[in-house]
């Protein structure tokens, strides 16, 4: 009858370097791709957001931030022309900054 280690003798010969990398490599493959809009989708964000601002609706932000989407949902109280960020107040009173450049769909909520 053969007695060896089973998965043990295998786990010496990983360095922590390479478990590392391999968890890097392993993250990486749950990244997101961004997608990108055309002229009429950002044409229908701009609506949507201008009309949510006016009418003090809630809305369903998509965004893409560190390679993931990020839905936020609140009312849109200002926009930062100078840094291109709108200030969204969620449900529970916390403020959010979202960048314009991130948003990639917006709802009403």
């Known amino acids: 009858m053969i007695r060896d280690r089973g998965k043990i003798k295998w786990t010496s010969l ?3 370097e390479h478990v590392k990398m391999l968890r890097e490599w392993a993250e990486e493959d749950r990244y997101k791709a961004k997608p990108q ?3 009429q989708q950002l044409e229908e964000l701009n609506e949507t ?3 949510a601002m006016e009418a003090g609706d809630e809305l369903a932000i998509t965004s893409y931030i560190n390679n993931d989407y990020e839905v936020l949902v609140g009312r ?3 926009y930062d022309d100078f840094e291109k960020k709108l200030r969204l107040i969620d449900a529970f009173n916390d403020v ?3 960048s314009v450049k991130n948003i990639i769909d917006a709802r009403k909520a």
Do not use: F
């Open 96 to 98: 959010h900054h979202i």
């Open 49 to 51: 957001i201008c009309y």
């Open 76 to 78: 849109i109280h200002y």
């Open 37 to 39: 809009l055309d002229e």
């Open 14 to 16: 990983m360095l922590p």
